[in-house]
Nanobody, 123 residues
């Protein structure tokens, strides 16, 4: 069992930065790839980034590559999403999730989810 709690969302102007955190409880965190997804109103949940168990491999959606960075601290059971050069189209609820393997981009390949944190980027 893994419980995930996100934090760090908020309102930011375009071009600004935010850092999201996701703290996991449970002993299986270090055995899981971890991903970030987002969902805007009226849209499907979409993949943002994923990191492997050891933290030395990552994969990004093309829409965020070069602007967002995913990282993890296994000692703190925490995964991060550093978001730079934010755009209004990045506005969404952001979710972290525990994956069934690395580099999956479909939400169906993730079995534990946090409650989400709102990110709003104003123009």
């Amino acid at each position: 069992q893994v419980q995930l709690v996100e934090s760090g969302g908020g309102l930011v102007q375009a071009g600004g930065s935010l850092r999201l955190s996701c703290v996991a409880s449970g002993r299986t965190f270090i055995s899981r790839a971890m991903g970030w997804f987002r969902q805007a109103p009226g849209k499907e949940r979409e993949f943002v980034a994923v990191i492997n168990r050891s933290g030395d491999d990552t994969y990004y959606a093309s829409s965020v590559k070069g602007r967002f960075t995913i990282s993890r601290d296994n000692a703190k059971s925490t995964v991060y999403l550093q978001m730079n050069s934010l755009k209004p189209e990045d506005t969404a609820v952001y979710y972290c999730a525990a994956g069934l393997g690395f580099a999956y981009t479909s939400p169906t390949r993730y079995d534990y989810w946090g409650q989400g944190t709102q990110v709003t980027v104003s123009s």
